[in-house]
């Protein structure tokens, strides 16, 4: 039985006998439905140009037994139409140990737990505190999801005034914890091989007053290939190492966010055999988001969003001479108009629509089908969510 397994278990025995006897306890969760069409794309939506499984849901509870020291866990439920199979998991479950000196904070964290790659890594499945159905992909990769999202490992964290405003900082290392989606998203199927996490390691630090928010954030990332007798590809790894310069102003009703991602993305194996030697390649992403507060709980925004898979091969010729795919799946710009409306404190009505020309996100990543995806295509979405706090 592995250290995360025996945790898991302590911690779930521990909240269920244990929750009369506790100083602090806390339940909360989620639910959410959605819908999404795509036009020229079976991006999420597959053979059909719909799809209402959009769902996703969570209950969380949170429990602190005695003072400096907290348990955590979230059950979660997450079908997101071709992305990811429905299934029932950990969305986190660690320990962790605080202690305040003066308004300064340090802790400490064991167990199964989100990433804080940006802004909204870490808060990316809950509908109500993102900012918007679906993040900017040139930040936030649904396709590299599971090499970046969850993390099973160990950190330590401190809070400290500065000036007008707080420094939050956080060390982080562990493995990412890879599931079936990440082998579809990639190769096209879950037949063809595994993925399995090497390492991952995360520095993150950010800074927040009333009006400015700013945060940087490095994170190296790297999962390894085992190949199917079917598959036809080769043995070998894929490594993200990636800095994420994030920031945000706020004037009045107005909010003007912007995240900027450069690093590197290594390939060694996979569509070449080993022997061939591997290649990286230099990423780019960012968008800029400028949303408004209006009456009656109501936010309207309007998001570019650009991402392009190889710096040196902005425009996809090289990819396209490459791999004989058509050079828009090197590179996407993505322009999203959305409204988000807070009918109560518990309930949200989410819209918004996305014109996309390339596909660099468009799933499966090394088998990209040009039949079914257009240059230039469109997507709509909607979801209304609820939550509940105890």
């Keep these: 039985m592995s250290m995360l397994v025996k945790l898991k278990s302590i911690v779930m025995l521990s909240i269920l006998s244990s929750s009369l006897l506790a100083t602090e306890l806390q339940l909360s969760g989620f639910i959410g439905q959605g819908y999404v069409a795509a036009d020229d794309s079976q991006f ?7 799809a209402f499984d959009i769902t996703e849901a969570a209950f969380a ?25 429905s299934a029932v998991k950990f969305d986190y479950l660690f320990a962790e140990y605080t202690y305040q000196f003066g308004e300064q904070n340090f802790g400490a964290r064991a167990g199964l737990f989100k990433s804080e790659i940006g802004f909204y890594s870490s808060t990316r499945d809950v509908p109500f ?12 990769s649904d396709y590299f999801r599971d090499a970046q999202l969850h993390v099973e490992g160990g950190d330590v964290f ?28 990639i190769l096209g199927r879950t037949d063809f091989g595994e993925f399995d996490s090497e390492h991952y390691y995360a520095a ?52 003007l966010t912007g995240e900027y991602l450069t690093g590197d993305k290594m390939i060694n194996g996979l569509m070449f055999p080993v022997e061939f030697g591997g290649f990286k390649e230099p990423s780019l992403g960012y968008y800029l988001d ?7 709980e109501v936010e309207l925004f309007i998001r570019f969003d650009k991402h392009i ?48 020309e390339g596909a660099s996100w468009v799933t499966p990543l090394v088998s990209p089908t040009p039949s079914v995806q257009a240059k230039e295509w469109s997507m709509f979405a909607m979801q209304v969510s609820y939550r509940f706090q105890w």
């Design 290 to 296: 400028l949303r408004t507060y209006l009456p009656y």
């Design 204 to 255: 993150d630090v950010e800074f927040q007053n009333n009006n400015i928010r700013l945060g940087l954030t490095y994170y190296d990332a790297e999962v390894s290939y085992s190949p199917s007798a079917i598959g036809g590809y080769s043995p070998g790894d894929i490594q993200l190492v990636n800095w994420v310069f994030s920031g945000q102003f706020r004037y009045k009703n107005f909010e």
């Design 61 to 85: 509870v949170s429990w602190k037994p005695i003072e400096h020291v907290r348990v955590a866990s979230a059950l979660s439920y997450r079908q997101w139409g071709t992305l990811y199979d």
């Design 129 to 140: 505190t993102r900012p918007s159905i679906m993040l900017p992909q040139s930040i936030y």
């Design 44 to 50: 999420i939506v597959g053979d059909n140009d719909h």
């Design 309 to 356: 898979d190889n710096t040196d091969d902005k425009d996809g010729q090289a990819y396209e001479m490459r791999f004989g795919s058509p050079a828009y799946f090197a590179y996407s710009d993505d322009w999203t108009f959305g409204a988000r409306w807070f009918a109560s404190h518990d309930w949200l009505l989410a819209v918004e629509y996305h014109q996309v």
């Design 158 to 185: 401190g809070m400290h005034p500065l000036f007008d405003g707080m420094l939050d900082w956080r060390l982080t290392v562990g493995k990412v914890d890879i599931t079936d989606d990440f082998d579809r998203n």
